[in-house]
């Protein structure tokens, strides 16, 4: 049997990318560790631990 030690990350996806930064960096705190992305999309990292981490994809229509 397998033994987990974390999560390593969790993707979810976000319509509004400036207000999930502004939730998760500004008022939860967490550190915001890296970003990509083009016209299209974002995609941003937030470290939740050492070895884990948050990730949002922004996709127009995604859903709140």
Do not use: Q
Request: glycine content about 12%; cysteine-free.
């Amino acid at each position: 049997m397998a033994n987990y030690t974390g999560i390593n990350h969790l993707a979810l996806v976000t319509s509004d990318m400036d207000a999930t930064i502004r939730f998760w960096r500004d008022l939860i705190g967490l550190r915001l560790v890296g970003g990509t992305g083009r016209k299209s999309y974002r995609l941003y990292f937030f470290e939740l631990s050492a070895s884990d981490m948050i990730a949002f994809f922004e996709w127009p229509g995604g859903g709140p």
